[in-house]
């Protein structure tokens, strides 16, 4: 298996500059349209998806099963031609999750502060960090332009990250391909 990633070094170093370009772009012009890094998320996917199909074809001719890659790059390739479709549900949908999700963890987290009070000390800051996430979810929740803010920063800090990661482990690959062991 490590000398069929070898051999395709280039998809991970194609899929990292990729990742780390679309957060940059998100990073310096913060006002760009929402809908067009919803459509680059969505060119993005959708090449990590037919990379990850591809990967899963190799595989599956080497052991004879590739499940998992087809489920990631299906679900990547379906999920880029949404984004680059309806670009602006696309937004809107990552930032009410992101809202949603905040209020859900703010009330468990002050819950659970609650419930431990007498166990431990300085609880009350738990409790406050719990009811910030909350307000914040809630403000999203009812300014969803706000979460589509935090989508933007979010979305940037993922895209370098594991760009960057991608790009690492294509040029450690690039490396294995010309050393004698894997050749």
Not at 94 to 105: E, H, R, S, Y
Not at 130 to 145: E, S
Request: no cysteine; aromatic share 8%.
């Amino acid at each position: 298996m490590l000398a069929t990633a070898v051999r395709q070094w280039w998809v991970l170093v194609l899929e990292g500059i990729l990742g780390i370009i679309v957060g940059v772009i998100a990073i310096l012009y913060p006002d760009i349209a929402l809908a067009t890094l919803a459509i680059l998320f969505g060119a993005w996917a959708i090449v990590s998806g037919v990379a990850t199909l591809a990967a899963g074809w190799q595989v599956a001719s080497a052991r004879g099963r590739s499940w998992p890659f087809l489920i990631t790059g299906a679900v990547s390739v379906i999920a880029g031609v949404i984004a680059i479709l309806l670009p602006g549900i696309t937004i809107l949908t990552l930032a009410l999750l992101i809202g949603a999700w905040l209020v859900v963890a703010g009330v468990m987290e002050t819950f659970a502060a609650w419930r431990i009070r007498d166990e431990i000390s300085n609880e009350w800051l738990l409790i406050a960090l719990g009811l910030l996430r909350v307000a914040a979810g809630v403000l999203i929740l009812y300014q969803p332009i706000i979460g589509a803010a935090v989508t933007v920063a979010l979305f940037a800090a993922w895209a370098i990250l594991s760009g960057a990661a991608a790009l690492m482990l294509g040029w450690r690959l690039r490396q294995l391909a010309s050393s004698p062991a894997t050749a």
